[in-house]
């Protein structure tokens, strides 16, 4: 039974899992590098924590929601790592979203460590995790998912296991970037085409709803851009990080990806323009121009 629980990395999604699993009643214990969002949480009932190992030792579970870079420097940084503080039998749960080899590598430092591991990337906005409607990607062994389902409860909707191998949530969740980038691309230029053509984004948007190409996101997003609203949901920088994951999986594969590779160029183009910390939807002001 999960009692005592680390939680390392506080952004955007990750301080939304945090607060919900503050509901479920959990001995929680939260890290991250700015001191306000660790601050917000211990408003809340958390407990604080100066260094990610000490958000992870004594734990019964530590969940790890962290950028790639910032994920193994906190995993590895010496004596204040996290891999340093967790304890034998501990169950570690990599939530964010990294290159294959990031994985792999924290995989195998925690079995030397006799550290249990599951691969468990979230794929949502700020939107979805405050309202615990995350979906959940799960490979690794199947008797540790057992263990997670009720904390991973608060703050996901859809828990699906895609292998018993780890590195097959990382594998699946690149499939889920690629997609969902290009959909928010071909959305901001259909509506840029269709404005130049002297339709309003609400026509737009009414016409593509009724019919076979309608989805949540374009409806969400859509109606966002109309009323020039892009509030961060999900930041462009981690977009284009997951496109560029998507280009360097798809070279070790011998594949061409040809939608993929222009769609990354847009992004690429909006990150030049300062935008990284915009929401994915400002790709929209890219092609405004």
Request: net charge negative; glycine share 10%.
């Amino acid at each position: 039974m999960v009692k005592e629980l680390g939680f390392i990395g506080l952004g955007t999604v990750g301080k939304y899992m945090a607060i919900n699993l503050l509901k479920g009643h959990y001995n929680l214990t939260v890290f991250d590098r700015l001191s306000s969002e660790v601050n917000e949480l211990v408003r809340l009932g958390a407990k604080g924590a100066a260094t990610p190992l000490e958000a992870a030792k004594g734990k019964d579970m530590v969940i790890v929601v962290l950028p790639e870079k910032e994920e193994m420097r906190a995993a590895l940084s010496g004596e204040d790592g996290f891999l340093q503080g967790i304890d034998p039998g501990t169950l570690l749960v990599d939530m964010g979203t990294h290159s294959l080899e990031a994985t792999m590598e924290l995989a195998e430092e925690a079995e030397r460590r006799q550290v249990s591991f599951l691969e468990a990337p979230v794929w949502g906005t700020k939107e979805h995790a405050a309202n615990g409607l995350l979906t959940i990607l799960v490979g690794g062994d199947p008797s540790l998912l057992s263990r997670c389902r009720e904390p991973f409860s608060y703050f996901g909707l859809n828990i699906i296991p895609v292998g018993n191998t780890v590195g097959d949530a990382t594998r699946m969740k690149f499939i889920v970037n690629m997609v969902q980038a290009q959909l928010m691309e071909s959305l901001a230029e259909g509506l840029v085409f269709g404005e130049k053509l002297g339709f309003t984004a609400e026509r737009i948007l009414e016409v593509l709803e009724s019919g076979g190409v309608a989805s949540p996101l374009f409806n969400s997003k859509g109606r966002a851009i109309s009323r020039g609203d892009f509030t961060r949901n999900l930041a462009l920088k981690y977009v284009y990080e997951g496109l560029v994951l998507v280009k360097e999986a798809a070279k070790k594969v011998d594949l061409d990806l040809p939608a993929s590779e222009a769609v990354l160029g847009v992004y690429e183009k909006a990150i030049n323009e300062g935008r990284g910390e915009e929401d994915f939807s400002a790709v929209v002001k890219v092609l405004r121009k």
